[in-house]
Every structure is written in C-alpha cells, then in structure tokens.
C-alpha cells in the first residue's frame, strides 16, 4: 500500500525487524529492547559489546531506505514543482501529440516564498533563560554565546535553508558537532541534505533518543577526502572502494535521490557506493543508542552531572562532597558508526555531553504514517490543473474545428492547416462553402478559464498565500477586513511556524550542550546591545588566582548551570513595527518625563527610518541619556541606576535628618524665646510685687503713723480733759415714747 514502510530487503542476513506492542508493567528489560532483532550468537557478543554488528547496521540501512522510498519520490516530485519542472514526460508528450504547447504557470512558486519570506522577516531568537537567581548574568551571556555561534557558522542562512527543506518536500536537516579546525569556532554548524538524512521508520523523524533506534547520514564524497579522514584505515579504504565498484551494480534499484542528483552532475553514472570514474564514495555514519549504567550528581538548582573516570580526582571529590544526591541508573547513550558496505572505519561513542542525536530536525507536515510532507504536496494537483487549462485555453483560442464534407476541397490537409492560420488563404471546389463549417475554439475557452480561476483560488485558500498577504489588489475594501484576511493567512500557516519554533528549540538545546562541554578555557565574547549597537567584551570562565597562585574562583564560569530554552518570534513586518511605535508613542503622552526618552529611543528604534543610528546618537544627549551609559551593559546599567537609587535613598535620607535638625533647631529656639519671656514675665512679676509690697509697707506705716498721731491726740485731748472742771449733770425730764414711725 502506498505510503505504508516497506519491510527492509532479504539480501542481507538480518532478519526481519520483530516489533512487539508493549505498554506499562509490559515493558520489556532494557535487554531485551537492545538486542532485538539480533541473532543468538550476535546477541550474545552483543551483551558484552555495545558496538552495534556490521551486518545489524547494513540491514538497519537498507530498512530506512526502503521504507522511505514512497515519500521521497513524493518530496523529490513536490521540489520539481516548486521549481518549475511541473509536466510529468508522459503529460507532455500527450500535450504536445494533441496540438498543445505545454505552459507551466508556477503558483507555488509566490506561495511558497510569501512563507519563506515570512521566516526570513520574523527571524526567531534563541534566548538562555536561569533556572535559579544566581544564574541570572550567566544567562545572558550563554544567550549572546547562542548568538556567537550562529554568527560565526552563518547560522541565520543555514536555518533558512533548513526551513526551505521543511517547507518545500516536508523536512530540513540541521548538524550541531564539533569543528577540528583550530583556526575556525570549535562548535559547528552545518546544513544536511535532506535527501542524504535517513532513520528508524519506526519512530518519529524528530529523532527522540527513547525511541528512535539509529538516525544516519549518507553523502557523496571524494575517496581522497574520505581517506584524509582516516590516513590509518587508507589501504582499506581503497580496497573498499574497488570492491563496491565491481560488486555495487547489484544493488541499483536502491538508488535514491541523492543518487539522482549526483548522476545528473556526472557523465557516467554512478552507483549507489562509489563512482569509479570520479573516484567518489558514499559512506555511511548512522547514529544509534545504548544502554550504560551511570552515576549522577544532582545539585539542589537541578544541575545534573554524571560522575565518570574522565574527571579529575579532585573533581570526582568536590562532586560528590557537594551533591544533594548520588544516581546509579541506565541510560542512553549514543555511538556513532562510520563504514562503506560491510567496511566498517569506526565505532566510537559520541563525543558530544549531551546524549541526543545531532541531527536537528525541520519539519513541515506529518502524515499518519509519521512521513514528511510539505506545502507543494497540497498545491501540486490544483497547479496541474491550472497548466493543463490555460494550455488548453491558449490551444482553443489559436485552433479552430472545422467540418467538412467529402468534395468541399481538394487537398484537405491543406485546408486545415490554412482555416487555422491568422491570414489563411483557402480554395475550395465550386459548392465547397456550403459544404464546411468552421468552429472558433474561443466559444468555448471561457468555461476553462472559470475553471482555472477556481483552482488559483483553491490554491490560495489551501496554502494561506491570498492576495492580502501578498500584498495584491483584492476585493477587500475596509481595514479590517485586509487585516482579517492577514490574520486568516496567519492562522493556516500556524502549525507551520510552531514546528519551525520545536526545532529553534532543539537546536539552542544542543548548542548549548556543546558551548558547557567544549567551552572549558577562557574565551572572549563581543556583546553588542540590540538596541544602542554599542559593543562591549565578556570574558568567560575566567580564572581567578589567590596569592598562593591557584585558582580560587572562576568568574562566569559557562560551563556550569542549567538553562530554560525560550524561542521569541517577535514579527518584524511593516505593519506589525507601525503599530508597535504608535503603541509607544501613545505611551510616551501619558509617561512621567523621566520615562519618556527612552520609550522615544525603543519608538525610534522600530521605525524604518534611515540612518536612524545617527539620528539617534544625536538626539539621546537632548533626551537625557549620556554617552557613558550608550557603552555600558545592561548589568553595568543596572548597577549604575543601583547606585543612583542608594545615592538618591541616602540624599532623601540626609535631607530629612537636616530637616529635622532645623526643626528641632527651631523647637529649641521657640523654647529658648519662651523661656526668656517667662523669664520676663517672672521678673515683672516680681517687680510688681516688690512694688506692691513696697506700697503695702508704705501704707502699711501710713497706717501706723496716722494711729500713732490719733492716739497722741486722743492722748492729749485726755490730758487736757483731765486738767478742766467737771461738768454739772443736766436735769432729767423723761418723755413718753412716740410711736413707731413718727419723730420730735
């Protein structure tokens, strides 16, 4: 059945793969999942080795080949489309035996690039984020390490090509390893063919290491540069190669699209393991897991580390003293074998830290079968259709239909040929006119042009590329109803872009990975700020030595934490930057001022003004912001605006004890004053009884002198008295008493 994997040939002496559905408690031992599908003796050999058998590795090959030869001869006809080879030899040649000249109008080619273009402008960002707090500065130096080693591997432009290879025949393959040039970045990226990237059709093509079995990678090469790779193993190699050369021819029907290709490049073709001629070779490195057991460290910031003879004794030491809790268990871990045929060159374990395949994927579309697919599969029928009419419409237009009965003309082929010419000339037999009947074929081209403007609109609806996004004239007059249609565009392409983002992820997952396990001496990074442009320089793992000479700290020490993977797709159209700096400048009218110059430097920024660097050198003087502080880091920033904040505190603080000073002096002052005037107020209350009491006195002598001078004269009026004669007593007369009221 089509599209069903293809059980993997007999040829060789694997036997056929054996799968059992296990769930739960029903798990088969981690034996038993590993040698699977092995026989007695290799298995036996195999639990003592985790080197993967020769024989084991040819059928796993030949397995993935054959089980994904459907889709990719689908994947391979959905790239003819988009690049414009979309007549199949036998639609052809039926066009052309039937009097059509075949017209190929490519409306998947403006489809596909409105996505690609969307990819290209709203480019994703791989940010680092801390797990813990004191990982925070860290953080944002492993991000900018991110963007170091995209840098340097042109990483934006491979991941644009992994992308295309996603959206064209449905996946796109990206490697993260290491590079042994010590003249270029020690950590490499590098763009893989997808016709050239094969693995367990059993399994997802997401390669999860739990469940994918073996992930290869096959591509041409010279036999000089395969031997460079092994200068020890060249004598072999060769014999190799002239091996596979006598004996290669059988195995033809195997060939796949890389082998397409790489004959169209040659005169002589070439086989499916080597070309004699060119003297190039096609080997094979697959990918595979095993089960080993190991002893992990883990640390209370969820740092994990496997404890393993390679360390340092000290470091073994450290390690265990300081971790929160010792792991024996089995895990994954990956090898990697390389050989030609049965030539086997190498059977190594995988020199990267972490144990993922390295092998990033791009995919479009899965298909239920979990086989790739991507947006010309969708489109190629209706863009057949499309070609087919308007030939057919341009065939009807420049042909006529002409009926003719016997003895109109004498040489009817003649006839033809000049009823169908714009200025044809044609003789006929006396009668002959009432005998012809000529048909204009443009009657009857207007119902295949309705036809085919269903189609290109089907093609639009299906791939999310309408006029609105593409920026045609449509029948959309208001608004909101293009941004509507945008937004419908958007949504179709959703699934899209969030497989695009998984794979941002994995990919800054393993780098990462690679930048803690190879980024082991100091090294020097180029931080330019995203906004000012200003450049500055990091050291990492920078040793610090005490007085004694050893090291006594590392400061940002890269190879230690772990880290949160956060893609951020911040759309960088027109439209969306429009909206984004009218959003902050309606935010600068009702900011505080000290707020408004720098949402006027993040407006500034998003516009598409040129030259819009210098402008804004010029203006951040004006709006408040200094030249020290374009240069300085983002952490030298936020200790600065630290610093001014304590500086501020402390000037508030000083402030209000002068403050209080003064007004505790002025409380002093008042006291001061109301004492005096008590003081005043005393003293002339005490002058008002000194005088008082001096009047007292003075009356009070008054008092006595004036007694003293009454008694003198009572005194003398006596003596005086008492020297005159007695007086004679008057004679009484007694009267009646008068009643009350009256008088004498």
Known sequence: TEGIPCPPPTRLDEPRRRRLPVSGPELRSASEVRFRGLPPKEAIMAKHDNRMPIQTALGYVEEARAASRDWRAKSWRDHEMYDGDQWTSEDRQRAVDAGIDPLTINRIFPAINLILGSQELNRANIIAKARTA????????????????????????RIGQAFKDAVIPGIGWLYCGFNNDPRQERIKLDFRDWKEVFWDPFASPWLESDKCRYAFFQRWMDLFDLQCLYPERKKEIGEAFSGLSAHDSDYSYMDDEADIVEQDKRVLGSTRWSDPERRRIRPVQLWYPVLEKAVFALFPDGQCVEVNTKLPDAQVYMLVRNAQQLITTSVRKLRVKTFIGSYELSDEPS????????????????????????????????????????????AMLQKRRIIVEEGAADDLQNLY??????????????????????????QLSQYQIQVLEQSEKEIQQISGANDEAMGYTSNANSGKAIELRRQQSSTIMASLFGNYRRSMSRLGQLVIANVQGAWTAEKVLRITDKMTNAERFVTVNQKVLGESGDVVEIHNDITQGMYD????????TDSVREQNMNLLIEWCKQSPPEVIPYLMGMAMEMSNLPNKDQLMMKLKPMMGIT???????????????QQEAEAKAQAEQMQQQAQQQLMQAGLEKAGL???????????????????????????????????????????EDAAVASLMPPAPLPVSNPQPPMPYGQTY
């Open 351 to 394: 020199p990267f830290p972490h144990g993922q395949y390295p092998f990033i994927p791009f995919i479009g579309y899965l298909d239920r079968y979990l086989n790739p697919f991507g947006v010309p599969r969708m489109l190629s029928g209706q863009n057949e259709e499309i070609n087919k009419r308007r030939s057919m419409n341009l």
């Open 417 to 442: 040929e000049e009823a169908n010419k714009p200025d044809g000339f044609m003789v006929l037999n006396p009668g002959g006119r009432s005998k012809m009947e000529i048909i204009e074929g443009a």
């Open 627 to 641: 030249p020290e502080e374009m240069d300085m880091s983002p952490e030298e920033l936020q200790q600065r605006a």
């Open 673 to 715: 004053e109301n004492e005096l005037l008590r003081a005043q107020i005393d003293k002339t209350r005490s002058e008002a009884g000194m005088k008082a009491r001096e009047q007292d006195r003075k009356e009070f002598q008054t008092g006595i002198e004036a007694g003293n001078a009454i008694r003198q004269a009572r005194n």
């Open 134 to 157: 004191k990982d925070g500065q860290i953080a944002e130096i492993m991000t900018e390490a991110l963007a170091f080693v995209l840098d340097q591997n042109d990483g934006q432009y």
């Open 565 to 572: 993977v956060i893609v951020s797709d911040a759309p960088a």
